[in-house]
């Protein structure tokens, strides 16, 4: 009957998530959407208490499966949990997101009515200390990441990605799956070859997830780290997606650097005008500060006092992970 809601498979890939994944999971097995579902949980090697946690939760719902991922990366177990189910849409979730009710009715029927092979909405960082609301501030302005809407929302249309996503396992088995090459940046590189096999990639403001940001300044680094290193490997395969947004980060790293070599040099060498190598940096501090304290408005002072720190964390690790990602990272 044409009526009939597709089954859904929802995949997640699972590495040391004692803490959240139950409440991940309830966020899936509460969903409103009246067809079958699948739920696999590609489990990595983790050190904490995470398996166990996973083996209450099958003991608890037989929809849910478990899924091993010995390698413990992303795209190796996404593959996996793909494999392990056999339902036409796919929806991909991550242990730290937390689906509303109704995001798989909405993602079914935005690809209904789009004929889209994948669509996602908004990754909606919401933090609980200090710093966490900080990072959420920055993660959700321009100033921060860019003008991409699966940040900073925008109106329903065709995307260059979309965060998570709701797949038809077709278009997934088109483009090979993922790319367990890529550590990180696989979402994009997969809705790239999506978008290359003549694909659509939807996005639409209606399906929002929650995301906890990271919780302190070294795991906020190493995260946008990665993230630079992984966007210079993606350049170097589709040369074609190269873009000023995605150079910024690294032109103001390289720029800053200079700066600070040059007054350092320059003061030793006892130059005349070694001081204006300290300009760049202080209009840098002054334009993050300024902007951090306006994309934070409605937030206490404690937080809006973290904001500048985390544009500057995010900006700075962004564009030294791209400057130094090695050519043989794949």
Same mark, same amino acid.
């Given at each position: 009957? *044409? ?44 050190? *904490? ?67 889209? *092979? ?213």
């Amino acid at each position: 009957m *044409d009526d009939v809601p597709p089954p859904v498979a929802v995949i997640m890939p699972v590495l040391n998530e004692e803490q959240h994944l139950a409440e991940a999971v309830a966020a899936i097995t509460g969903q409103d959407y009246p067809g079958e579902l699948q739920i696999a949980l590609a489990l990595g090697p983790s050190t *904490d208490a995470t398996d166990e946690v996973a083996q209450r939760l099958r003991a608890d719902d037989p929809r849910i499966l478990l899924v091993p991922n010995p390698t413990g990366k992303t795209p190796a177990g996404l593959n996996a949990a793909l494999a392990a189910t056999t339902h036409p849409i796919v929806v991909r979730v991550d242990g730290h997101a937390l689906l509303p009710a109704d995001y798989i009715s909405t993602a079914v029927e935005v690809l209904q009515r789009t004929g889209a *092979d994948n669509v996602g909405g908004v990754m909606a960082a919401e933090g609980v200390t200090d710093f966490e609301r900080a990072v959420a501030c920055a993660m959700r302005s321009p100033l921060g990441v860019g003008a991409a809407s699966f940040h900073t929302g925008g109106e329903e249309g065709p995307a260059l990605t979309v965060y998570l996503g709701a797949f038809r396992r077709e278009a997934l088995e088109r483009v090979g799956g993922y790319d367990e090459a890529y550590v990180r940046a696989q979402d994009w590189e997969m809705n790239h070859r999506i978008r290359e096999s003549g694909g659509v990639i939807w996005f639409t403001p209606g399906m929002e997830v929650t995301y906890r940001p990271r919780s302190t300044v070294k795991a906020l680094a190493t995260q946008y780290l990665q993230y630079g290193r992984w966007r210079r490997e993606i350049m170097r395969q589709h040369p074609q997606t190269v873009s000023l947004r995605y150079l910024a980060p690294p032109a103001a790293v390289a720029g800053l650097a200079g700066s600070a070599a040059f007054a350092v040099i320059g003061t030793m060498a006892r130059r005349k005008h070694a001081w204006l190598g300290v300009l760049p940096l202080v209009s840098y501090a002054a334009a993050v500060s300024a902007g951090g304290w306006v994309i934070s408005r409605g937030e206490p002072a404690a937080v809006r006092a973290r904001v500048p720190l985390a544009l500057a964390t995010m900006h700075m690790s962004w564009g030294v992970g791209f400057l130094a990602s090695p050519r043989d990272l794949r």
